[in-house]
């Protein structure tokens, strides 16, 4: 019942040997990135699975065996009270021990796009257990007042994050109406830099500062992604999990031959992490 | 309409809801991108005098929820704690309002119709101890926007500007400066009871005013059949009874004219559907279609044990009166279709295609009763994207057409591709099954969309057919997808089909056809009570799927859907009675035999003729400034980018896309069509498509027809599909058909889709039909043109080998492949230069399928670089379009384009550049593969016409050798980016 629908992929070679990382991927109503996101972890070399939010909030514990925790990108609940909020007050209100435990004992969790801005609505970014009106960051609607689905290029900062290395450059699409990442005040900003939290930065394809449209929502400091102080809670907009293939990038047929897309790597890489953790 | 307007200093009092009241805004130090593009849309109208607009977000909630609850309700639900800023207003209290606010303009949704707000908080609500109320009592919820503006502007030209902006008459309400808003359900006082109506002894003029008074839609000749038929039984009518033979008769659902008997200028058709449409789907009897024109979408194999199904339906008259609504429901009812396609299949991918006035309209201009076109065309692309990207499907391919005989009757496409396992593709009914109706609940919502979408608009249309408008909610919607899927493939249901058209009446009466039904309206779910049965069978609520369920399965199949939050009911069951039986409670309220029901329509024989316009043939004038030309081409409506569009769609969602709708350097080239790789373990892909043309309609319709077959051909071709794996759908809308000029028009397109379809061997697997689009102004009739839209699904071998159309590197050769014709007659360059006229493009059946196979044979060996299809604008506009999405320089010599012969009044410059004929490329080779690329090309038209350079600039040498053209690609680009932007 919830295995994930990715039709039967098999195995990369290679990905044995973290086979036995579980990552559990939630879904729930208006979840729509399940696909591509149990095949990114897959074939990053875990074996994910898919759950509806209910059952999960019904039995938090179901939460302990795994590694790895996916809120993938959609419209929960339509978005209807604002992007992920719904999702977000299940999570606040049924899983917050659960994650406060999980996130302790050094799983690893993973909120794109719609997960992000979950993430953010839970303020386990913030670190564990950040009081609602504590919160000091959001996820707003996009300057240009649109939905834009594009390509943009990250840069990977020297952050908190494990699975990162600093530098590096991962082409992606977003698709989303509201990312435009936004603090509460310059106070906020510095603790972020402080702890080290800003791992995901829109640039240019050539890696230098980037405008609209490289950077697609009018973020402040074009910050695309922050992790939590621990480094092991990552929320980003854009979706590595659209860019497994050597057919994603939206230039391939410009391009040399390729043998894979450079979202792989990024959940590859995760999924190591994860595997290192757990040990 | 019910806007209610006041001074603010003369207000009468008011009665203030009695509701608490929620207005949450955005920081006031945040800016405004709702505000921003209000005030941008106000200056359209000339209003100017506003100098800040801000949207708040309106929830009225049940007046019996203490504070401190509403408070936590707000804080935990309704308001971002970093973006947000809360007003909180006592039931009845006078609301909070900004500050330094001139005017508040309230808009709310009319009582009844889809709130999916309110129902997120009632839902989120009723399962969370946040704000319990007494006694189990639910919490209501009500949702409203609350727009401030600073400025001085009289009532009258806000209340003007706010009804063109803000919000929609049809299904909204409007405040102006009052907040006397409602906080009810809608008004109860609906006859439960079945009533029947008398019949039998009715005159004619009776019988036309029942057809006429209850929306019924039926003829005079049809009303007599449904007469005899109650003589014989010797009773009348119920109105379950009558509903459902006009629903079932409609020519949405039956599809009368296109299947009826037809005399055209003397000859006798039995039925045209069948004698071309289908009638070259079952000579060509390609073994990979797996089930044709019987089910709700086509259904072809793909891949292994996986097979792929298509189907595009129109929405036009829901989405002329509300262009987000009717395009959002038009997207919602396409992949409903494909949910129940076969035992469902899972939507991977969107289509939409608009046809709409000029965005230019002088608002003057714009007909009374109409939107302008500026507004339809936001409108629908709002409604698509809300929800296609929601439901987490890719848009993926569409197109824009201008005309201005679309003013008042908009057409919009929208189409679903679905992915589902062989064993899913057929159904079947078994009585004692029982009837399940899963998704949303039934409301008084689009009654009478079927016979609505049958009728001719006029300036009325928007009052009366307010019911026929319905509103949906994409995420009721993926729920369902998401239970159906999995109970489909745990095999615990043996049939389904959605609720359409029609709603209910239509689907069980479609599913029972063979057997029976047995229905108990009763049990239906509803959205609030007060419902008479008719309603309740006829309603087309949205995100409705009917189920046949074995009754061994139901308890299991219910906990599926139970555990996706989807409300699942069984509301009867199939019988071998070959009767339709309704029943409210004990009562029956309608029993209807089903023979007559699905095949009592009477088929009058309907005249047909066609008279070619005679207009002189303008030839093709030369052109002075071949370069200004180009770029007024590029800047024109049907040819200028649609990135405005393209961006706002998920086009990526998934994770399968490979060609994407614009491609090259920068993104910014309008590929041909779009490409993806459905399976993960496969390299097999599909390619998705389309073609129109509908300058050339009332011209030729013949040639429209074939040309738009060609077109869409081309494009799937054009990135590496297969023709001779590519599946076909046709959609036509036209004017009204018992126009015999109309209807002989048809006869012609559908005769050329019989012969090109041969011809090309690319079968029909699926259509659909849309008469009777006219608008009547005072007492002019417009009738849109003959518009045929093709879509085409194509077979890809291997993902990698695809091609986009931007030029690649700077020493490749540029080949011109197919015959340049002096088909100038409904081309762009003509319609830049006010001239009609002319000869129409139309494919050379016997040479096109060759050019097709021969590039495909090319492209599958990896001999091509990019390829790009001659469409609109021709020759020159796809060679710029190839430079700038290259960002590369091309050098093209005209003397070397393969061209027929040309009359003397085809200059040879302007027919080269500009001839719109079929079945053309321009393909890039690298120098090592051009002799295999001329090998694999070898006796087909096909020329050496330049090479691609870094010069960045776009020249091309007339036959004479001069320069003509020598632009550089970013004023190209400029231009192409140039055309309304939303």
């Not at chain 2, 990698?800 to 931007?806: E, S």
Request: charged share 25%.
């Amino acid at each position: 019942m919830n295995a994930p629908k990715t039709h039967g992929a098999p195995n990369s070679p290679g990905v044995l040997a973290t086979r036995n990382v579980r990552a559990l991927v939630v879904r729930t109503a208006g979840t729509n990135c399940d696909r591509e996101t149990c095949l990114a972890l897959e074939r990053g070399g875990a074996s994910p699975e898919l759950k509806h939010v209910l059952e999960l909030c019904e039995k938090p514990a179901l939460l302990d065996p795994f590694s790895i925790f996916v809120i993938p990108g959609g419209f929960s609940y339509g978005d209807d009270l604002g992007a992920g909020r719904v999702l977000g007050f299940q999570l606040r209100t049924h899983l917050a021990d659960a994650l406060a435990r999980f996130v302790a004992k050094g799983g690893v969790v993973l909120g794109v796009c719609n997960g992000f801005q979950v993430l953010a609505d839970t303020g386990l970014l913030e670190g564990v257990r950040t009081a609602r009106a504590e919160r000091g960051v959001g996820l707003d609607v996009n300057a240009s007042g649109r939905f834009e689905c594009r390509w943009v290029t990250l840069k990977a900062e020297a952050s908190a994050c494990a699975w990162l290395e600093p530098g590096e450059l991962l082409p992606v699409p977003v698709a989303h109406g509201e990312g435009r990442f936004t603090v509460r005040d310059a106070g906020v900003l510095q603790r972020l830099k402080q702890n080290r939290q800003i791992a995901l930065r829109y640039v240019r394809p050539d890696g230098s500062r980037a405008e609209y449209p490289d950077c697609p929502n009018g973020s402040v400091e074009e910050i695309a992604g922050i992790c939590d102080p621990t480094g092991r809670v990552l929320g980003l907009m854009p979706h590595p999990e659209r860019n497994l293939t050597p057919w994603n990038h939206p230039r391939w047929t410009r391009l040399g031959p390729r043998a894979e897309g450079e979202g792989l790597r990024f959940y590859r890489r995760m999924v190591e992490t994860a595997s290192a953790l757990a040990k | 309409m019910s806007t209610v307007t006041a001074e603010l200093d003369s207000k009468p009092r008011e009665r203030l809801p009695k509701a608490w009241r929620v207005e949450v805004f955005r920081r006031p130090d945040l800016d405004d991108p709702d505000g921003a593009r209000v005030l941008r849309e106000f200056a359209e109208l000339g209003v100017r005098a506003v100098t800040s607009a801000r949207l708040g977000r309106g929830f009225l909630l049940s007046p019996t929820l203490a504070r401190a609850s509403v408070e936590r309700v707000v804080h935990e639900l309704c308001a971002d704690p970093v973006l947000d800023t809360v007003r909180i207003t006592a039931p009845e209290a006078a609301p909070k309002i900004g500050h330094g606010v001139r005017h508040r303009v309230l808009v709310m949704r009319k009582p009844g119709v889809m709130d999916s707000v309110a129902q997120t908080i009632e839902r989120t609500l009723s399962r969370s101890a946040l704000a319990a109320l007494p006694n189990g009592e639910r919490v209501r919820a009500l949702t409203y926007q609350a727009w401030e503006f600073v400025g001085e502007i009289d009532a009258r030209a806000l209340e003007h500007a706010a009804k063109r902006t803000l919000a929609n008459d049809v299904i909204e309400d409007v405040w102006i400066d009052r907040e006397d808003v409602h906080f009810t359900l809608p008004d109860d006082h609906a006859v439960r009871a079945s009533v029947s109506v008398p019949l039998r002894d009715a005159s004619d003029e009776e019988l036309l005013r029942i057809s006429r008074q209850g929306c019924l839609s039926l003829t005079l000749l049809e009303m007599h059949a449904v007469r005899d038929h109650f003589r014989a039984l010797e009773r009348e009518p119920t109105d379950c009874e009558l509903e459902t033979i006009a629903q079932t008769w409609s020519e949405h659902c039956k599809h009368k004219t296109f299947a009826g008997k037809i005399d055209f200028q003397g000859e006798r058709i039995e039925n045209l559907f069948k004698e071309t449409i289908q009638r070259a789907t079952r000579e060509l009897a390609r073994d990979w279609c797996v089930s044709v024109f019987k089910d709700n979408a086509g259904i072809v194999a793909f891949d292994g044990d996986w097979d792929v199904c298509f189907k595009v339906e129109t929405h036009n008259h829901p989405s002329a009166i509300d262009p987000y609504g009717g395009a959002g429901t038009g997207i919602g009812g396409v992949i409903r279709d494909v949910l129940g396609v076969g035992l469902g299949a899972k939507p991977i991918a969107n289509t939409d295609c608009f046809f709409v006035g000029p965005l230019d309209l002088d608002e003057a201009r714009v007909p009374k009763g109409c939107m302008h076109p500026k507004r339809i065309l936001r409108g629908v692309v709002a409604g698509v994207r809300d929800y296609g990207n929601r439901m987490g499907i890719p848009t993926v391919n569409g197109g824009v057409w201008v005309d201005p005989r679309y003013i008042g009757n908009p057409l919009v496409y929208a189409g679903t591709v679905g992915l589902m396992p062989r064993w899913a593709a057929e159904k079947s009914v078994q009585p004692g099954d029982v009837i399940l109706c899963v998704g949303g609940r039934t409301g008084r919502d689009g009654i009478h969309g079927a016979t609505f979408s049958s009728i001719e608009l006029d300036e009325s249309s928007s009052v009366v057919s307010s019911s026929a408008v319905q509103i949906g909610d994409p995420i009721t919607e993926k729920r369902v997808q998401d239970g159906l899927l999995r109970a489909r493939d745990r095999r615990l249901y043996r049939a389904l089909t959605d609720c359409g058209a029609g709603g209910l009446s239509s689907a069980i009466g479609e599913m029972g056809a063979e057997c029976g039904a047995r229905v108990q309206l009763e049990r239906v779910p509803l959205k609030y009570p007060g419902l008479s049965p008719a309603e309740i069978w006829i309603s087309e609520a949205q995100e409705r799927m009917v189920l046949a369920v074995p009754p061994e399965h139901l308890d299991e199949i219910r906990a599926v859907f139970a555990a996706e939050d989807v409300d699942a009911t069984a509301i009867g069951e199939f019988t071998d009675t070959k009767k339709l039986e309704l029943f409210y409670g004990e009562r029956c309220v309608g029993t209807l035999d089903l023979h007559f029901l699905h095949e009592g329509t009477p088929r009058p024989l309907r005249s047909a003729r066609f008279t070619p316009r005679v207009v002189a043939d303008p030839g093709a004038p030369p052109c002075p400034n071949p370069g200004a030309m180009l770029l007024a081409l590029l800047r024109s409506p049907n040819i200028a980018s649609k990135e405005w569009i393209v961006r706002q769609y998920d086009h990526e969602v998934q994770g399968t896309s490979a060609i994407k709708p614009l491609v090259g350097e920068r993104e910014d080239g309008p590929g041909d069509a779009a490409v993806l790789q459905p399976l993960a373990h496969s390299r097999a892909a599909i390619a998705i498509g389309c073609g129109a043309n509908p300058r050339y309609g009332s011209l030729d319709p013949w040639a429209m027809a074939s040309a738009a077959i060609d077109e869409a051909l081309r494009n799937v071709v054009a990135v590496g599909g297969d023709p001779e794996r590519t599946a076909i759908l046709d959609n036509f809308s036209w004017g009204n058909c018992a126009n015999p000029e109309q209807l002989g028009a048809l006869v012609l397109a559908a005769r050329a889709c019989y012969a090109t379809s041969v011809a090309f061997g690319t079968p029909f697997v699926s259509g659909k039909d849309s008469l009777n689009n006219e608008f009547r102004v005072g007492d002019e009739v417009i009738a849109i043109p003959p518009t045929l839209l093709v879509s085409a699904l194509a077979h890809v071998p291997d993902v990698a080998h695809t091609t986009t159309m931007d030029a690649k590197a700077a020493g490749n050769r540029i080949y011109l492949v197919g015959l340049t014709h002096g088909e100038l007659g409904g081309s762009h360059y003509l319609g830049e230069l006010g001239l009609e006229g002319g000869r129409v493009p139309r494919p050379d059946l016997a040479l096109a399928p060759k050019q097709l196979a021969a590039l495909h044979s090319a492209i599958r060996a990896g001999l091509v670089r990019s390829v790009h299809d001659l469409s609109e604008g021709g020759l020159a506009v796809a060679a710029a379009e190839m430079a700038f999405a290259g960002r590369l320089g091309l050098d093209l010599s005209l003397s070397a384009v393969p061209t027929a012969e040309l009359s003397a009044d085809h200059d040879p410059n302007a027919t080269r550049l500009f001839s719109e004929s079929c079945t053309r490329f321009l393909v890039e080779v690298e120098d090592r593969h051009a002799e295999a690329f001329e090998r694999a090309l070898a006796g087909r038209d096909f020329a050496r016409v330049g090479v691609v350079d870094a010069s960045g600039r776009l020249k091309i040498r007339g036959v004479k050798g001069q320069t003509i053209v020598d632009l550089p690609i970013e004023e190209l680009a400029a231009a192409h980016q140039g055309g309304f932007a939303g």
